[in-house]
Structures are given as structure tokens and as C-alpha cells.
């Protein structure tokens, strides 16, 4: 039996609200995925919030509507999909994604939509093998911290390096004669 009209418009609203949310979309062709990899895949997900859906296309395709940012996953709905949408860290999902695909062997990311631009899987592969956010942070704070401590030995050398010169001047006169008159 099939969806009825009201459980289909609940899934559409669903998914709108999801794509409201999201930064980027995946579409994976899951043919030969069991329930229990499906769960291990959406568990992986979590963590960098991310979500997994199975819908229709037809219902994808509602949802989307005419929202700008999203048409542009049209000519990859075609087929068994499932859908990942991640709220904020893309390049964790990405990877989770590739390291799940690793290692059950199964399904294929079709293409993906970041930011209005379709992304061919060649995209998604360097997006995934891009620093995670947390490192990219510990990175950027390393950088400014190293030019803070920089600059501030730099304006500290100036008044030392002007007592240095004032206590090499006044060595220099008490080891020198006074002039004689």
C-alpha cells in the first residue's frame, strides 16, 4: 500500500525543512544498502550534523520547489536515492560518507550541492580530503598566536634595546677620563 496524500505532504515538509537548514546535499545512489548500514551511515552522520533520507524523487522534487539553491540537484534525481544533508561541518560529512563507503563497499555518491554549485565526485573527494574544522581553527589560532607573540617581543625589544644602549653609553663615560679643561 502506498503513501497517502497526507503522509507524502508530511515528507515534503520534512525534507523542506532539512534543505532550509542545510549548507550542502548529497545524493547517494543506496541500492544494497541493508537497514542496519543505513543506521551505521546516519549514526556517522550525527556527529557532524548531518542527516540521511531515503524519499522519493518525485517528493525531492516538491520539496525543492523553485528554492534557487537547491534546483540544481535535479538531474542528479534519478533512481534509488537517499539524501544527506548536513547542517555545518561539510568536510566531516564528506568524509564520513567516503569512510563508510570504504569500508561496506556499497553505494556511490551521485553528485552533491554546496552553496548553488553542483559538485562532481572528484569535488567531494578533495572537499574530504580537506583539514577538518577543528583542525583548520587550531591552525588559524597557532598563526595569530605566533604573530601576537612576534609583535609583542618586537615592541618590548624597543625599550630594552634603548636601556641597552643608555647603559653602554653611560659604561662608556665612566670608563673614559673626564675631559680635561
Same mark, same amino acid.
Given at each position: 500500500m502506498g503513501r497517502t496524500l497526507e503522509s507524502k505532504q508530511q515528507v515534503v515538509a520534512q525534507l523542506r525543512q532539512l534543505l532550509d537548514q542545510a549548507d550542502l546535499a548529497l545524493v547517494l545512489d543506496y541500492k544494497g544498502l541493508s537497514v542496519k548500514e543505513m543506521g551505521d551511515l546516519r549514526s556517522r552522520l550525527r556527529e557532524y550534523s548531518g542527516t540521511c533520507k531515503v524519499a522519493k524523487n518525485s517528493l525531492m522534487r516538491q520539496a525543492i520547489g523553485t528554492d534557487s539553491a537547491w534546483t540544481g540537484l535535479d538531474p542528479l534525481l534519478t533512481g534509488a536515492n537517499a539524501f544527506v544533508l548536513v547542517k555545518d561541518d561539510v568536510g566531516g560529512a564528506i568524509k564520513a560518507v567516503q569512510a563508510f563507503q570504504q569500508e561496506t563497499k556499497k553505494s556511490d555518491i551521485k553528485g552533491g550541492l554546496l552553496e548553488?554549485?553542483?559538485?562532481? =565526485?572528484?569535488?567531494?573527494?578533495?572537499?574530504?580530503?580537506? $583539514?577538518?574544522? =577543528?583542525?583548520?581553527?587550531?591552525?588559524?589560532?597557532?598563526?595569530?598566536?605566533?604573530?601576537?607573540?612576534?609583535?609583542?617581543?618586537?615592541?618590548? =625589544?624597543? $625599550?630594552?634595546?634603548?636601556?641597552?644602549?643608555?647603559?653602554?653609553h653611560?659604561?662608556?663615560?665612566?670608563?673614559? $677620563?673626564p675631559p680635561v679643561d
Amino acid at each position: 500500500m502506498g503513501r497517502t496524500l497526507e503522509s507524502k505532504q508530511q515528507v515534503v515538509a520534512q525534507l523542506r525543512q532539512l534543505l532550509d537548514q542545510a549548507d550542502l546535499a548529497l545524493v547517494l545512489d543506496y541500492k544494497g544498502l541493508s537497514v542496519k548500514e543505513m543506521g551505521d551511515l546516519r549514526s556517522r552522520l550525527r556527529e557532524y550534523s548531518g542527516t540521511c533520507k531515503v524519499a522519493k524523487n518525485s517528493l525531492m522534487r516538491q520539496a525543492i520547489g523553485t528554492d534557487s539553491a537547491w534546483t540544481g540537484l535535479d538531474p542528479l534525481l534519478t533512481g534509488a536515492n537517499a539524501f544527506v544533508l548536513v547542517k555545518d561541518d561539510v568536510g566531516g560529512a564528506i568524509k564520513a560518507v567516503q569512510a563508510f563507503q570504504q569500508e561496506t563497499k556499497k553505494s556511490d555518491i551521485k553528485g552533491g550541492l554546496l552553496e548553488g554549485r553542483l559538485l562532481s =565526485e572528484e569535488d567531494l573527494k578533495a572537499v574530504g580530503k580537506l $583539514p577538518s574544522r =577543528e583542525v583548520l581553527i587550531a591552525q588559524i589560532a597557532g598563526a595569530l598566536n605566533g604573530v601576537a607573540t612576534q609583535l609583542a617581543m618586537a615592541i618590548k =625589544e624597543v $625599550p630594552a634595546g634603548l636601556a641597552r644602549a643608555l647603559q653602554q653609553h653611560a659604561d662608556g663615560e665612566a670608563l673614559s $677620563p673626564p675631559p680635561v679643561d
